[in-house]
């Protein structure tokens, strides 16, 4: 996986000539390049601002001397960064409206408002919701100076992945930061970041988006927002209402710093990027340039000419297709060359595997060229395996790179807490990498990506507060969001000031961190877990752009705990190998399944797999069962998910000295007399290690 970290501005010429559309700036001319099979003639418009209603210039593009093959080129002098532009289409075919405006699929930079929130395109029936009106790409100029900026080059084990939103991390006022809800603002918090040991910064959707599509729509939730970003209006251009200034391509450069900053810090920027769907969705969504260029190339299509639906969103992007395969691969590269970006996340991944009729493909085309591609090769792919039409790939997605969200993982931790019974069994097999979905697998327990919680569900601190979602702020009549949380509420379902509930929440959440901490695999949890944030049962906050969304850096007493427990989780991780080996147990080699890890049943007795609710599990840190250089310490560890206390034994204790590193309840642990064994509390965890 991991390659000589060259600078990446040495790529970016080499590409260039695989991506040759959109808009290329040379000295004071500018060349437009456009793909489209469809079109008999095209007009550029060209516009100082987004704000113009009438184009500064109109450039005339025939066949005869601008078209080659499917693609449309034209040289325009006077041309400079910052400018719009809008491409229209002429078609004589009775199939096709006689003009229409495209937005440049390929556009580096899509203009936007200054002020978040305020609508790109006026309502329809207004009489300016017309081309001028239409939203417009930017000319931008790629002159950024990335000085010495490399790749950090993190290797998977190492991975801690901190899972964010642009907006919602400075967006409240308690961020005290210049320009809040920008790339600029999340550059001033890097710190939080860098105190915690993040390694890996997975940002939700950065790509243009328009958080007013549901003021376009007769909707109930016209007042609502797209908060999320989870509908792609162009996938070249960052999202414009990020930037600080974003209406004249500026967008485009504060992005760059942000990473720049984040490479600085030692830290890698992982994209959560939607090439499953679009922001045009299904039939009465609107047209921006997919379903005008050639909707029967970039969307799969039922019998009757239909969408077929497999995002949720009302269409799927037809991934396999030869020509949206290169669009794919060309924005990939885009964001690697460009944006020095590190890895991807691919949300709703099992679309990219299915074929232009919409079977899964065993071996998919566009996964495959991704897999392949010189640039590519060297960047971090991650699967979110499942998408909304019922094909889950947890285990079994088409690629032996790509990690994979593990759901399992994230449900059968959560039950287990959550006080379930006859959850042992599973919970152990969890801790251990998932060796049941991934024993086949190349990367091991590094194939998963282990979480408690993300973006979609609810936070930490819900999961031990409410027993039902809560989401009727979305206007949805409460009907959207997942029913089966796995959460419990310990006895009232949200806030109370009861002192004995609300200790045992934050013990639970510590319980739930240390769990991800300890478990083989990537550990991945949201921005605010790690200081308590609620959502207030809402598990589907995709529409929140509001405080129930943001993140409060005014968190109290209970807050600032929790922050210090996982900064020392974290940097326990970070001491002890033994927690991030890359082996399942049963490699093949009997005294490794036999001496790397052992369990221990309550009382000293054997584990009772099908009734027991606590456990304790040590690691060997020996470089015979780990493969490490050297030997390591042993980890010890107890899990008490019962309501009881459970007395354990503490092995070894005449050749280990155990030191006590981390629990989770409000005092220290107290081990017996003569120090060889340990009352764990109901539910709680301690974590010993020790040296021979």
Known sequence: MTQPSLPLNLYADALRPLHPFGAQLNGDSCRFTFWCRTADTLDLLLFDSNRDLRPVREVHLNPE????????????PGVRAGMCYVWKLHREASDFPPEQYVLDPHASAVAGSPIWGESLIRKPGDPLHTGPAFPKAVVTASDFDWGKDRRPDIAWKDMVVYEAHVRGFTAHASSNVKYAGTYAGMIEKIPHLKSLGITSVELMPVF???????????????????????????????????????????????????IKALHAAGMEVIL???????????????????????????????????????????NTFNCNHPVTRQFILDSLRHWVTEYHIDGFRFDLAPILARDTDGTLLEKPPLIEAIDEDPILRGVKMIAEAWDAA???????????????????????????????P??????????????DLYSLQPLGPLKSVNFITCH????????????????????EDNRDGENHNYSNNWGVEGETDDPEILALRLRMQKNLLATLFVSRGIPMFPMGDEIGRTQQGSNNAYCQDNELSWMNWNFGKDGRELLEFTRQLIQLRK?????????FVNTGDEEVASGSVTWYGPEGREPDWGQDRAIGLRLSGSRKFTLFKKDEEDVLIFFNASDKIVKFHIPDTDTFKWTMRLYTTAKRVHRGSMGTSISTHPHSMVIFSARA
């Not at 094909?391 to 006080?419: H, L």
């Not at 006859?422 to 060796?435: I, K, Q, V």
């Not at 979609?456 to 039902?468: A, K």
């Open 456 to 475: 979609d569900g609810f936070t930490l601190r819900d999961v031990v507060s409410y027993n039902e979602k809560h989401n009727e702020a979305n206007l």
């Open 208 to 258: 243009q988006f328009d958080e007013m599509e549901y003021f376009h729509a007769q909707d109930p939730r016209s007042e609502l927002r797209n908060y999320w970003g989870y509908s792609t209006l162009s996938f070249f251009a960052p999202h414009s209402r990020f930037a600080a200034t974003g209406h004249r391509g500026q967008q485009v450069d504060e992005f760059k710093r942000l």
């Open 390 to 420: 019922g094909a889950y790939q947890v285990g079994s997605f088409p690629s032996t790179r790509w990690p994979e969200w593990n759901g399992r993982y994230r449900d059968d931790v959560r039950r287990f807490w959550s006080g379930e």
């Open 65 to 76: 001397d601008h078209r080659f093959g499917d693609t449309w080129s034209v040289e325009v």
């Open 272 to 314: 959560d990027v939607v090439y499953n769907h679009t922001a045009e969705g299904g039939p009465d969504g609107p047209d921006y340039n997919f379903r005008i260029v050639d909707e029967e190339i970039f969307y799969i299509k039922d019998d009757s000419h239909g969408y077929h639906n497999y995002s949720g969103c009302g």
């Open 422 to 435: 006859g959850m042992l069994s599973l919970f152990a097999t969890r801790l251990l990498g998932s060796e």
């Open 575 to 583: 001491d002890l190998p033994v927690l991030k080996t890359p082996l």
